[in-house]
Each structure stands twice: as C-alpha cells, then as structure tokens.
C-alpha cells in the first residue's frame, strides 16, 4: 500500500512539501465551509493520503472528500498536538518586530533632540524681553539686524516644531505596526499550542492516474457581515448603493487567491420542527382552609380531598418553537477571487453596486433644531436586498455618519437617513404671548401664542420639505386648547399635537409659516408644559 502526504499548512518548513490550495469558501455568519482541491499522482492498487496540519476548529462530521477516477475506501479525522507548524512564520514576525521596536526607539531619540531645540529657541525667545543684559539697549540695532534675530527665532521654533509633528505621526504608524504584529505573534503562539486535524483517506485505483482530490469541511473561527456604503446625491436624485462583506477568520490558514461565496443561511439551525404539546386549560384543584392555630398547640391540618390526577400530557408545559422562521437564504459571490489572511482583523470585499433613482425629502422639527434632516428612498431592485447591517453614509463624497438597517427585500422601498443638511434651514419666532382674563363670575384666563416659521431654499432647484411642529395637549378638562389660525393649510394631527406641512419651495424661495392658538383654563390654577 503506498502512502501520500499533502501538507495542508499556512508556513511550510519543507519547500517539498505540498500546499493544497483553498479553492472555495462559503462564508456564513457564524463559520465557513472551505473547500481544498488538489492534483497528484495515484498509483494502481490501494493507496493512503495524510493530509495534516488542519485547522483545529473543524468539524469532524463535516468532512468531504471525493476524487475522480478513484474509489475512496475510508476516511478518518484525527487529532495531534503540534508546536512547530508556525516557526518559520513567528522567527519572520519576530525580526519584524524587533526591526520596528529599533525604528520607534530612533524615533523617540530624534524626538528628545527636537524637544532640546524647541527649549533653545523657546529660552532664546524669553531672552530678547527678559534677562537682557545691562548694555544691551545702549547698542543701536539695524532695523534688519534685529529683524533677522526675531527670523532666526520664529522660523527655527517653526522648523524644530514641524519635525516634531511629523516625527510624533510616525511613531504613531510604527507603534499600530508594533501592536498589530504582537497581536499575530500572540494568535500565531496560541494556534501552534493548540491541537491540529489531520484526514487519513484510503482510496483504491485500477490504474496509475492523475486526478483531483476535493476536501471540504465546516469550521468555527470565521465569519462575515454585510456593510452597506450609500452615497446620496440630492441635487441629481440619485443614490449609489455599494454592498459589501467584512470578513474576519483565524485558525491558522489563509486563504490565497480563493472564491468566497456569503451566505444569510444559518447551518447552526437545524430544521427539523418541535413536537407541540396540548395548551390545557383547567380550573386549579380547591383545599380547605388550614385550621386556626389556637395557643400552646398547632391544630392538625385537615387532609384535603383526592385531587384526580392529571394525565402526563396535560401537565406539560407548551415548548416554545426551536426554528425562527427566516425565509429564504440569500447568496452573493466575491466579484474576483481574493486573500484573506488568518489575523481575525476585518477585510473588506465589494460585492455588488448599483446607481438607482432615489426621492429626498428634508424633514424639519422646529421645536427641536433648525436644521434639515435628508431623507432618501429609493426602489430596490428585485436582485439586490438589504439583508440588515452597518450603512456607511455619504452625501455627495462627504462621510456623514453610520446607522443600522432592518432587513429590505429586493423589489420593495428602501428609506435611507442621509444625515442633517445645515444648509437648508428653518428660523422659529414667538410673535406673541398674552393672556387675557374672561368670565363674569368664574374667571377664565385665555392665553393666546402666535409663531411664524420662515423657510428658506437655499439651492438651485426645487425641493421638498415636510416641517412638524407642535401645539399643546390638554390631559384635563378644564383645560381647552383651540387652534385659531394655520397658514398655509396643513395636516393637523390634533389627538398628539402635531402640524405637518409639506412644501415644495422654487429655487432660492422663501416660505413664512404661520399658526396661532389659544389655551384656556380656571384662574388661579398653575398649568405645567406652558
């Protein structure tokens, strides 16, 4: 019987030794199903292949494998220790660190020199309008003479300070470099101390052949989730939608040059349904009371009456349902092939990117603040969801902030927040607050308010823009509260006290709101909220 072995490791100490590459990876929220293929020579009769050095987060009941033109007879997952599979790897990572460590300390030397020529300069400084000695103003100084001191001075101290700057951002580069290797040295030592898998396959040939040999296996230590980066353009009534995957993966393998697919399936949630029991409704069994206690002695309890027993599936509790209920998983395929090495760090991939047709809407709340919130929607085409996650904001280039996203299925509306828009802005003011006393015998006061919003469309185009504002809601009775006058006419909501315009203003028009109300309630009683 012949025996092959394919070493499956990230850092090979033997330069023969065969590297099996990850071919495909199916990434789903929580693990990985990676898919190895390899070509080699199989000679006639029985043959064993080893294939070592494995990541340890594999599951053994996952494990594939297939060949063409052979038979596979057996395969087993085993488990090792091993120490020396990274060695090569962290003697690199290593030199590295100490490379850079020497680098941060020249650094810091060169830091300490500038800090030596900013005190010069500094003490030079307080020396031109203190400490001058006696003679010093009996000389006469050329305009430039003294010109070219407060020079010397100014652009030295500018120079000195300079360098330090740049100095002190370098360092900063460095000491990210110096924490991001410790962190692979400390991955990189934790994986060689733990345990590797290995897969012993028997195969049978009739002949010499080459072929492909397949493994697959699903694996914990990775995962992916999906950013959207949203750009809006108001000004063209569009919005570019940019999905991608941040991935994240340790274990000890990199994938080089591999297709990665991302899944919203979960293999972790079985589908096999519960078992329901009956909801059983009952009046509860009834005892006496228990006997009065009289003094010095405790009267013995009177021994209720035989409860019929209650059958066993009576008595069980409902089980709550084990499967959520997600509809249909969606798939998306990497655009290329790419890397992703095993840092656990995020990577980012672009998966799909479309310019669509969106509708902006500048949604204002005087009461609150004068600025314009920018509210898009857009039609999701029926091949592009918005499976739920980070959106990264833009408008017109410019980073406007992050928010979360529910999920959106293709073909429905998609509302996006695009950030406050200071440019479009609204301006509130108190025309009058007065208070009148009513009433022959009981005494009434009516307080009337009266505000004026002023709108101003500061761009070259139309726009639209729906402003809320408030009027008070009484909770008593004797508290009355009655709008007097809206311009222009408005959506008024009187139940929660809310009056909605929706405007459509020209380029560069100004609009004045108007509303006024009255408040009436008993003389001599406080009301809170005016």
Same mark, same amino acid.
């Given at each position: 019987?012949?025996?092959?072995?394919?070493?499956?490791?990230?850092?090979? !100490?033997?330069?023969?030794?065969?590297?099996?590459?990850?071919?495909?990876?199916?990434?789903?929220?929580?693990?990985?199903?990676?898919?190895?293929?390899?070509?080699?020579?199989?000679?006639?009769?029985?043959?064993?292949?080893?294939?070592?050095?494995?990541?340890?987060?594999?599951?053994?009941?996952?494990?594939?494998?297939?060949?063409?033109?052979?038979?596979?007879?057996?395969?087993?997952?085993?488990?090792?220790?091993?120490?020396?599979?990274?060695?090569?790897?962290?003697?690199?990572?290593?030199?590295?660190?100490?490379?850079?460590?020497?680098?941060?300390?020249?650094?810091?030397?060169?830091?300490?020199?500038?800090?030596?020529?900013?005190? /010069?300069?500094?003490?030079?400084?307080?020396?031109?309008?203190?400490?001058?000695?006696?003679?010093?103003?009996?000389?006469?100084?050329?305009?430039?003479?003294?010109?070219?001191?407060?020079?010397?001075?100014?652009?030295?101290?500018?120079?000195?300070?300079?360098?330090?700057?740049?100095?002190?951002?370098? !360092?900063?580069?460095?000491?990210?470099?110096?924490?991001?290797?410790?962190?692979?040295?400390?991955?990189?030592?934790?994986?060689?101390?733990?345990?590797?898998?290995?897969?012993?396959?028997? $195969?049978?040939?009739?002949?010499?052949?080459?072929?492909?040999?397949?493994?697959?296996?699903?694996?914990?230590?990775?995962?992916?989730? @999906?950013?959207?980066?949203?750009?809006?353009?108001?000004?063209?009534?569009?919005?570019?939608?940019?999905?991608?995957?941040?991935?994240?993966?340790?274990?000890?393998?990199?994938?080089?040059?591999?297709?990665?697919?991302?899944?919203?399936?979960?293999?972790?949630?079985?589908? %096999?349904? @519960?078992?329901?029991?009956?909801?059983?409704?009952?009046?509860?069994?009834?005892?006496? #009371?228990?006997?009065?206690?009289?003094?010095?002695?405790?009267?013995?309890?009177?021994? @209720?009456?035989?409860?019929?027993?209650?059958?066993?599936?009576?008595?069980?509790?409902?089980?709550?349902?084990?499967?959520?209920?997600?509809?249909?998983?969606?798939?998306?395929?990497?655009?290329?092939?790419?890397?992703?090495?095993?840092?656990?760090?995020?990577?980012?991939?672009?998966?799909?990117?479309?310019?669509?047709?969106?509708?902006?809407?500048?949604?204002?709340?005087?009461?609150?603040? #004068?600025?314009?919130?920018?509210?898009?929607?857009?039609?999701?085409?029926?091949?592009?969801?918005?499976?739920?996650?980070?959106?990264?904001?833009?408008?017109?280039?410019? /980073?406007?902030?992050?928010?979360?996203?529910?999920?959106?299925?293709?073909?429905?509306?998609?509302? !996006?927040? %695009?950030?406050?828009?200071?440019? !479009?802005?609204?301006?509130?003011?108190?025309?009058?607050?007065?208070?009148?006393?009513?009433?022959?015998?009981?005494?009434?006061?009516?307080?009337?308010?009266?505000?004026?919003?002023?709108?101003?469309? @500061?761009?070259?185009?139309?726009?639209?823009?729906?402003?809320?504002?408030?009027?008070?809601?009484?909770?008593?009775?004797?508290?009355?509260?009655?709008?007097?006058?809206?311009? #222009?006419?408005?959506?008024?909501?009187?139940?929660?006290?809310?009056?909605?315009?929706?405007?459509?203003?020209?380029?560069?028009?100004? %609009?004045?709101? /108007?509303?006024?109300?009255?408040?009436? /309630?008993?003389?001599?009683?406080? $009301?809170?909220?005016?």
């Amino acid at each position: 019987m012949k025996r092959f072995t394919l070493l499956f490791v990230l850092f090979a !100490l033997d330069s023969s030794a065969i590297t099996p590459d990850v071919d495909i990876v199916t990434l789903y929220r929580t693990g990985a199903y990676v898919e190895r293929v390899q070509k080699l020579n199989v000679e006639s009769g029985e043959n064993t292949i080893l294939i070592e050095n494995l990541p340890p987060e594999i599951d053994d009941n996952s494990v594939v494998v297939s060949a063409d033109g052979i038979n596979i007879l057996d395969v087993k997952v085993k488990t090792r220790q091993t120490t020396e599979v990274f060695s090569e790897k962290l003697k690199e990572l290593n030199n590295k660190l100490k490379e850079l460590e020497t680098k941060g300390k020249e650094l810091k030397n060169n830091i300490d020199v500038i800090n030596s020529r900013v005190d /010069y300069y500094n003490n030079l400084s307080k020396s031109l309008s203190s400490n001058l000695p006696a003679d010093f103003f009996k000389r006469k100084f050329e305009p430039k003479e003294f010109s070219d001191i407060v020079m010397f001075i100014s652009e030295g101290l500018k120079d000195a300070l300079t360098q330090k700057m740049l100095s002190e951002i370098h !360092l900063d580069d460095l000491n990210i470099q110096i924490d991001k290797i410790k962190r692979e040295i400390s991955d990189l030592q934790a994986s060689s101390a733990k345990a590797r898998k290995e897969i012993e396959i028997r $195969v049978s040939s009739d002949k010499s052949r080459n072929t492909n040999i397949r493994i697959s296996y699903f694996r914990s230590g990775a995962l992916w989730e @999906p950013v959207y980066r949203i750009d809006a353009d108001p000004e063209n009534g569009t919005v570019l939608l940019t999905m991608k995957a941040e991935v994240r993966q340790s274990g000890g393998e990199d994938w080089k040059n591999t297709v990665l697919i991302f899944s919203t399936a979960e293999p972790s949630i079985y589908g %096999t349904p @519960p078992v329901p029991s009956p909801w059983i409704v009952d009046f509860q069994p009834e005892f006496p #009371p228990p006997r009065p206690v009289t003094k010095g002695r405790t009267m013995p309890m009177a021994v @209720p009456a035989e409860v019929p027993a209650m059958a066993e599936e009576e008595m069980k509790v409902p089980a709550p349902p084990s499967v959520e209920e997600r509809g249909v998983a969606y798939i998306f395929r990497s655009a290329s092939r790419v890397t992703v090495p095993s840092d656990n760090m995020p990577h980012s991939f672009d998966i799909i990117s479309k310019k669509l047709d969106a509708e902006f809407l500048y949604r204002i709340y005087p009461d609150y603040s #004068p600025y314009g919130y920018l509210i898009g929607e857009t039609m999701l085409p029926e091949d592009f969801p918005v499976i739920g996650g980070k959106l990264i904001l833009f408008q017109r280039g410019t /980073y406007v902030g992050e928010a979360g996203s529910a999920f959106t299925p293709g073909g429905d509306k998609l509302k !996006l927040p %695009t950030g406050i828009d200071k440019n !479009l802005s609204v301006e509130k003011k108190l025309l009058r607050r007065k208070e009148f006393t009513e009433g022959v015998f009981s005494k009434e006061v009516r307080l009337n308010q009266a505000y004026q919003v002023i709108l101003k469309n @500061p761009y070259e185009r139309k726009v639209k823009v729906e402003i809320l504002s408030r009027i008070p809601v009484s909770r008593n009775e004797a508290i009355k509260v009655k709008i007097i006058k809206i311009t #222009p006419d408005a959506e008024i909501d009187s139940d929660n006290g809310f009056i909605k315009w929706m405007l459509e203003p020209a380029k560069n028009e100004k %609009t004045e709101l /108007y509303y006024e109300f009255d408040v009436t /309630y008993p003389k001599g009683k406080r $009301v809170g909220g005016l």
